[in-house]
């Protein structure tokens, strides 16, 4: 041993160590599901196209990242996809391996079927499985699930590891007492760890060389290893990005690595007659990643779908309707597609409403205390760093009244959680739950009571105040002509009981609900000192204009009005609007219902407060469009609640900062939005949360399924999936904007990262001129006319 | 009302329309059928809770079929009644949860059908008049309850769950067909109204103290006490009502054979005394594990292993109310706790909220538990005033019960923790103390009557008496100290053997082959 490793140069250790580093990258972060985010699951691969990411992921992870060729060929044989999607979305492809012509690439649709789904590689683990009848990559998942579920755990467990201890010294800690792998088998496992080097790098670079692993073929290599680790690795991959946000670092993905190689190395000395196949499996990673003619016959299948989804689109953006006077409801929305139809159904009650569309967080970058709470709440998109402190804390004696009770409940919670005084708890609370079942099974659930207004810890000047309120209203394009009453409008999902509620939050307001954002940004635009400051910045509000606060509930399409300090003379006004904003949430309801499974306009209400409902609302669900343009761009076209719609006037965006601002955060934002939905759908066994009837919530974090000790990321199956169908269908998203052909490409030369998106077909771009689809964008910063179309194409 | 049976015999009937209907739709959306089994199962509810009505206003007669060793029948007394009932609205609740969980699965139908299968099979069970018929009942549950586990049957964890409930649970059904052997060679009968009678007139002899013996060996498979306990963790395999009615109704069964076989039971010292050992050693393992286990469903099994070991503690004890108030309670609060541990999300992050957890130092524990005990001194003298005086037996598991109200009182006097809380932490200890002293006098008036009283302990019972308080205790206090120790270096190792369940489960894994590759696989 020792002579081996005194050969190991610095190239082979940097090079090993990149090849780490570069595998812990192409892993997407997991939020936890306290304020979980979508993520883009395709993260790590936005430097290749869909076709080389099918190769990759169907490599490492035995995944496929498109439908099957029977969807496909469903959707042919339907409509969905014409001959003009094939022909253009094959004419677009540069893959040496494209089919022929669109007879063809029909054909591979058919042959395809239903299968065959990618293999990935094989661990030394799944080889040694097969060697030996046992299942080595189910023990691995169980073992480390319990000691991950242990370290991560956030304060399920009344007994966790140690806190601060970083995650391979605990493992290997945990590993050397476990006694579990030697009992399944792996005879001397405790003592192989034990001998393993105590830092990570040393263990992964001995084990790279134990298992023969080449430079060439770590990366893949690793990344399978990664990928076997499900929603941990994800979850160590969102401890480095929060730690990088806050200009740091984090070692948890090396760890994890670390502890999976230590693995391998001993299941190949257990069975060393696997050496063979693994030999060759070291060489098969070795290979550079290159996609075959079915993954790239998948991929302009998938481009094809996304063109058909388009050609409707194109054709229902038919130019600008147009606008009115001064309207007299101004309600500013969230761009969340759901906001869509909400916002169709408010404009259609009467003439002198509109809408706009902006980021939920309205551009405040908040950090929150909620009332009797010492948790600092992010709210914010995950891209940025929050830069404003604030507090619900309210009168500070309830403040501390609520921590009381808090405090106290807690207590009662380690009372019925602890060893003996469990058995006390229940003598003495059990028949109490007798009410407590029939409660819940009806639906009583007390209504939570709104959180005092929120306020800027520490106070701002009046400088700061309109600095922030000019900013703002100008970010949304409304510098001038404001309603009388400007609403704006927060969103958050209605649900009980699922662990999954964050989820169907603001992802703008980093996984909460648009509450703070909107109630503070109502406060501050109404404050004398604001206002007094904004004519001077360049936005003219009227002396009339009264910003308003509310809560959009995007199960119930209730909206909760925040009067925070709202002057009573206008009480008459703000009854107005709330008749209006029912009206319009009936509206809304009846449309939802449709897509719900079971549902009726008069019956969703009670979706949010049934405790067994798995499909409470559909979420962003069918999100495959982004449109930046005024909302005379598609103002009255029934966009079906599939798009995300960003109030945007290129002709009032001095020096186009806005337009900078929107493709880099919303954009980005929307694309991990709709990748997300995109990849549970696709590759729910991976991407996907699993089956939430089997789901056990672990840590405070996350879940796993039943049994299992494998974390899932991602979106639940029935959060895509009604039963029959898929309820999102799996899309692209396309990006559609209305500014400057060359604005756009500035921009897009300026941000490589965000670049990449497009060129490899991660999004698609459009520019919008006057309501109307101009042109479509091609990789290479070019611009192809689009042909009028009509619907009767 | 004059009724020739009692109304809670039709509770099993009610269910078999619905179930027929779903084996006519096992598929996706079954039309109504998801209403109308939450409806048959309202019915059933209904129907237990009207023979628990007619069994508190007089004795009502059973019904039988056949006789001698092949005698089934179900019996009408408060027991029977009042466990019947507590199923068949645990049965209601799971099947008002699934009308709605379940929409769109692909077995949607089968699943319902099974359900109320399942459900049928308990509601017979808690009735049985006879050996025979306990077994019948307690074998269809194993037999449903097995599809229900294998749901996802491409799942491998679910494979090996199925097959190590099955184990176990067909194992248990042996050992009542054993003891039905034994007590019929005995006393030629297996009414289990007559046994005791029995028993009584020519003692139990060999025959039938190893009958009582198979008897105890069923209840502890069946209620997962250790060492067999493993095949209660894995089960949450199957979907959340499953693991609902699981812990809230079917793990009842093995309490309630002991306590529908009490006489007979309490009349084998030796039984008595290994369901004090088996049921305190499972209570207390199954309690420290849990506190290691970060995955809310499998916490609440080992929470469940726990629980029910104090429950055979307490027919050990011979408290048999107190067993039964225990199964009870521990129902409602299982089916609630799993049903609703969607919310284990915002509860962690409510945890978090208000702060740290003030810690308590060793003189206010030791402060907490002679403020504890004194509550319990005044509390149990003023019950014995009102209500006559208790068995040691009581007075011990009083005791045990008060350890874990010491640690509720302990958190509120750390020193850190604001007078308010202090208080508040106080009164819900008061409360929780008077809860369960007011709880187990109402269980004494229901059920005292017609279950055996605790017997005057021997020596050995005393000496496993000291010994059960004084291990509860110690480990009350050392939960209590809890924060000061659990992260020394020095108890890493017993966290990880702990977390593991002492691996008991993995060397039945290995045993049976539970580490070896799957079919699917």
Redesign the interface.
């Known amino acids: 041993m020792f002579m081996k490793h005194s050969q190991i140069t610095p190239v082979r250790l940097s090079a090993i160590l990149e090849a780490a580093e570069a595998a812990a990258r192409a892993i997407p972060p997991a939020f936890p ?2 304020a979980t985010v979508a993520v883009n699951p395709f993260l790590g691969q936005t430097g290749e196209d869909l076709a080389t990411a099918a190769a990759r992921l169907g490599r490492v992870a035995g995944i496929r990242v498109t439908r099957k060729g029977a969807d496909y060929a469903a959707a042919i044989r339907d409509g969905r996809i014409n001959e003009d999607d094939l022909a253009d979305a094959l004419a677009a492809s540069i893959a040496p391996l494209r089919p022929a012509d669109t007879t063809h690439l029909r054909r591979a649709a058919e042959q395809l079927g239903d299968g065959p789904a990618p293999a990935a590689l094989p661990t030394v683990a799944d080889l040694a ?2 060697a030996t ?3 080595w990559p ?2 691995i998942d169980k073992c480390i699930g ?1 000691w991950a ?2 370290q991560f ?11 601060g201890s970083e995650a391979f010294a605990a493992w290997r ?2 590993a050397m ?4 792998p030697e ?3 792996l005879k001397g496992f405790c003592a192989h760890v034990a001998a393993a080097p105590d830092t990570p790098e040393r263990a992964i670079l001995f084990a790279a060389e134990a298992l023969g692993i080449t430079d060439a073929a770590a990366e893949t290599a690793f990344h399978r290893l990664f990928m076997s680790m499900g929603g941990w690795s994800q979850h160590a991959r969102w401890l480095l990005w929060q730690a990088e946000l806050a200009g740091d670092t984090d070692r948890t993905m090396v760890d994890l690595l670390a502890i999976r190689l230590i693995w391998e190395e001993a299941l190949l000395a257990h069975a060393p007659e696997v050496a063979e196949r693994w030999a060759a499996t070291v060489a098969a990673h070795a290979e550079p990643v290159a996609p075959g003619a079915d993954e790239v016959a998948l991929a302009i299948l998938q481009d094809a779908a996304d063109r058909g989804h388009q050609r409707r689109l194109v054709a229902a953006l038919d130019g600008e309707a147009p606008s009115g006077d001064r309207p007299f409801l101004q309600a500013a929305f969230c761009i969340d597609v759901r906001s869509e139809v909400f916002r169709r159904a408010l404009e259609s009650i009467d003439d002198s409403i509109a809408t706009i569309g902006f980021a939920g967080f309205f551009g405040l970058p908040l950090a929150h205390h ?1 009332h ?4 600092r709440e992010a709210r914010l998109p995950v891209l940025l760093n929050p830069a404003v402190e604030t507090t619900s804390a309210g009168d500070p004696a309830r403040d501390q009244q ?3 009770t ?10 019925r ?18 009410a ?3 409660k ?2 009806l639906g009583f659930a007390p209504k939570a009571k709104p959180e005092p207004a929120p306020e800027v810890i520490g106070g701002m000047s009046a400088e700061a105040k309109a600095d922030t309120g000019a900013a703002v209203l100008k970010a949304m394009s409304l510098t001038m002509a404001h309603g009388e009453i400007v609403l704006l409008l927060g969103h958050g999902g209605n649900v009980t ?3 999954h ?2 989820a169907y939050h603001c992802g703008a307001c980093g996984g909460y609900t648009g509450e703070v954002s909107a109630r503070l940004l109502a406060i501050l635009l109404n404050d004398p000192e604001t206002r007094a400051g904004l004519a001077a910045r360049g936005v003219e509000v009227p002396a009339d204009t009264l910003f308003v606060a509310g809560l959009h509930d995007t199960t119930t399409d209730r909206v909760t009005i925040y009067e925070d300090g709202l002057p009573g003379p206008r009480a008459g006004d703000l009854a107005r609007v709330r008749e209006w904003l029912a009206q319009a949430a009936k509206v809304a309801r009846a449309e939802r219902a449709v897509r719900l ?2 549902a009726r306009w008069n019956t969703i209400h009670q979706r949010a407060s ?6 409470p609302e559909w979420g962003l669900a069918g999100c495959a469009a982004f449109i930046a343009a005024p909302r005379a761009a598609t103002a009255g076209r029934d966009l079906g609640g599939r798009a995300f719609l960003h109030s945007y006037d290129w002709r009032a965006d001095e020096g186009f900062g806005t337009l900078e601002l929107i493709i880099t955060a919303p954009v980005v934002v929307a694309s991990w939005i709709s990748l997300q939905y995109f990849g549970s759908s696709v590759a729910p066994e991976m991407f996907g949360g699993g ?1 939430k ?9 996350g879940v ?5 000790g494998r974390l899932r990321a991602g979106l639940p199956w ?1 959060a895509v ?4 169908v898929l309820a999102h269908e799996p899309l692209r998203l396309s990006v559609m904007i209305e500014a400057p052909r060359e604005e756009i490409l500035g921009v897009l030369e300026r941000h490589p990262g965000v670049r990449d998106l497009f060129d490899n077909g991660w999004l698609h771009l459009f520019v919008l001129k006057d309501g109307k689809v101009d042109a479509r964008y091609r990789p290479g910063l070019e611009w192809t006319d689009t042909a009028p179309q009509t619907l009767a194409a | 009302m004059s009724l020739a049976f009692a109304l809670s015999f039709l509770a099993p009937l009610a269910l078999m329309p619905a179930a027929l209907f779903a084996a006519l739709r096992p598929g996706q959306r079954p039309g109504s059928l998801p209403r109308w089994s939450e409806a048959s199962a309202f019915a059933a509810f209904a129907l237990a809770l009207g023979g628990l009505v007619q069994t508190a206003l007089g004795p009502v007669a059973g019904v039988g079929l056949l006789e001698g060793a092949a005698q089934i029948g179900l019996r009408a007394d408060l027991v029977s009644t009042a466990v019947a009932s507590l199923v068949g609205f645990i049965g209601w609740i799971v099947m008002r949860y699934s009308r709605t969980y379940l929409d769109g699965e692909a077995r949607e139908g089968a699943f319902h059908g099974l359900m109320l299968v399942t459900l049928a099979a308990v509601l017979v069970f808690a009735q049985a008049a006879t050996l025979p018929t306990l077994i019948i009942a307690t074998f269809a549950v194993g037999l449903t309850l097995r599809k229900l586990l294998l749901f996802y049957p491409d799942r491998p964890e679910a494979q090996r769950a199925a097959t190590k409930f099955a184990r176990v649970w067909y194992a248990g059904d042996v050992m009542l067909a054993c003891a039905a052997g034994l007590l019929f060679s005995k006393f030629g009968t297996l009414d289990l109204g007559a046994l005791p009678a029995a028993a009584a007139a020519s003692g139990l002899g060999f025959a039938g103290t190893l009958g009582v013996a198979a008897i105890v060996a069923a209840a502890a498979l069946k209620t997962a006490a250790f060492p067999l306990h493993g095949w209660l963790t894995e089960v949450m395999e199957a979907p959340t009502p499953v693991s609902a009615l699981l812990h809230a109704g079917i793990i009842n069964s093995g309490g309630v054979l002991l306590i529908t076989a009490a006489p007979l039971v309490q009349s084998s010292t030796g039984a008595m005394a290994a369901l004090v050992m088996i049921g305190g050693f499972t209570a207390l393992f199954g309690a420290a594990v849990m506190l290691t286990q970060s995955a809310i469903k499998t916490a609440l099994a080992w929470s469940t292993i726990s629980q029910m070991g104090f429950m055979l503690l307490q027919c050990g004890l011979g408290l048999w109310t107190l067993a039964l108030l225990h199964i009870v309670a521990h129902s409602l609060y299982k089916a609630h706790a799993f049903l609703s541990s969607g919310n284990a999300v915002t509860e962690v992050a409510g945890i978090r909220r208000p702060g740290p957890v003030a810690v308590p130092s060793v003189p206010a524990v030791l402060k907490s538990f002679a403020l504890a005990l004194a509550i319990f001194a005044v509390i149990a003298a003023a019950f014995t005033a009102a209500f006559g005086p208790k068995s040691p037996q009581a007075l011990a598991l009083g005791a045990i019960l008060i350890f874990g109200v010491a640690y509720l009182v302990a958190q509120g006097l750390a020193d850190r923790a604001p007078v308010a809380l202090t208080k508040r932490t106080a009164a819900s200890a008061l409360a929780a103390a008077v809860g369960y002293f007011s709880f187990q006098t109402i269980a004494q008036a229901i059920w005292g009557p017609i279950l055996p009283a605790a017997p005057m302990p021997t020596e050995l019972e005393w000496a496993l008496l000291v010994v059960a308080v004084a291990s509860f205790g110690l480990v009350a206090f050392a939960q209590a100290l809890f924060p000061l120790w659990a992260h020394h270096p020095a108890t890493a190792g017993l966290r990880v053997h702990l977390a593991n369940g002492l691996y008991l489960n993995a060397l039945l894994d290995r045993a049976i082959g539970g580490f070896r590759i799957t079919g699917s696989r």
């Open positions: 599901l306290d499985a097969q009848g046992i299942d189910a023990l319990l579920a242990g755990d956030r304060g399920q467990a009344l007994w966790s590891p140690a806190p800690a945990w007492h476990d006694l579990t009992i399944a088998g909620a009797g709470s010492d948790i609520a921590r009381i808090a405090r106290s409940a807690r207590a009662w919670g380690r009372f959680q602890a060893a003996v005084s469990s058995f006390a708890f229940v003598e003495a609370m059990g028949p109490v739950y007798a407590k079942l029939v819940s099974a009981n699922n662990p509620e964050s499974p079971g049934n405790w067994a409902e798995i499909r089956n009837l089997i789901h056990n919530v672990v840590g405070g974090i796993i399924e039943g049994n299992g029935q999936h009604d039963g029959a």
